[in-house]
């Protein structure tokens, strides 16, 4: 009888500790990793940053962390609350063609802080399949997290970053002839700019962005012709980009109403 009291005694420990050990909530280095645990973990082979400006190019692959695309309702859900208040959804009826694909793509990096920042691209395409190079239309929105205006000027200092811009990428120059002047700045608020690059107007107009390749399960680093905008603002970098068949749509209002709002 001892023997099966000891017995008894010792089963419910083990049970009891293991209950313990399954309800201890998981330690986090940041506390955002819990925003990702429901989504599917796949490979990568390369971050998309804009090429031209070079804003967070690194890390391109140490610490990076790709996930299977997913719904842009469950990708809202997987970013922090800044990112979801400072990012605000075009509406469908809005864009000159009805999508036939609408998803989003979380991926996540360690900055030099060890804080965990998260990037999500919104896609929307013309057909049921990714963009390949075709005639559909498409609308990409890139959002990454950036504590920092990387666009301050300072008037009494011609050694900002944003000067080297502005000579390299011609802004002030005419547009015509084509191919002369690579990006527009346009004003984005009175302090913050909202640079545009027009494919036809450049020949190095590429857009980044992700695409998915299901049966390898990787997410690719793909770029493709494409007009594009590129802003910071609120604490993120903006990247968006588009091609469309009908060449009507005010798109400066639309990306701005993404970007600010209103």
């Known amino acids: 009888m001892r023997v099966i009291l000891s017995l008894s005694i010792i089963c419910l420990s083990l049970i009891l500790f293991s209950c313990q050990s399954e309800s201890k909530p998981k ?32 890390p391109k692959s140490e610490g990076v962390n790709y996930y299977e695309p997913t719904s842009i309702t469950e990708g809202f859900s997987s970013i922090p609350k800044e990112m979801r208040e400072a990012i605000h959804l075009p509406n469908v009826a809005d864009l000159p063609f009805s999508p036939g694909t609408q998803k989003a793509n979380i991926v996540t990096f360690w900055n030099a802080t060890n804080k965990l920042i998260f990037e999500i691209q919104i896609s929307y395409f013309e057909n049921n399949a990714e963009y390949k190079a075709d005639n559909q239309d498409f609308f990409i929105i890139s959002a990454t997290q ?32 084509i191919g002369v002047r690579i990006y527009e700045m346009k004003e ?25 390749d299901e049966s390898d399960k ?33 798109m400066e209002a639309v990306v701005r109403k993404i970007i600010l709002g209103s």
């Not at 280095?29 to 031209?52: M, Q």
């Not at 990387?150 to 000579?167: A, H, L, M, R, V």
Request: charged share 30%; hydrophobic share 30%.
């Open 188 to 212: 984005l608020t009175p302090d913050l700019p909202l640079f545009y690059k027009d494919r036809f107007r450049h020949w190095s107009t590429m857009y980044p962005y992700y695409s998915y």
């Open 218 to 250: 990787l997410i690719e680093h793909t770029s493709t012709g494409s007009k594009m905008y590129y802003a910071w603002y609120d604490g993120l970098i903006f990247q968006i980009g588009y091609k469309f068949s009908d060449e009507t749509i005010d």
């Open 146 to 177: 950036l504590t920092d205006n990387p666009f301050i000027d300072n008037p009494d200092s011609d050694e900002d970053p944003i000067d080297g811009w502005i000579k390299d990428f011609k802004v002030n120059a005419p547009a015509e002839p």
């Open 27 to 58: 330690e986090y280095v940041d506390e955002n990793e819990a925003l990702v645990e429901d989504l599917n973990k796949v490979k990568g082979d390369s971050r998309t940053y804009n090429d031209d400006f070079k804003i967070l190019e690194n």
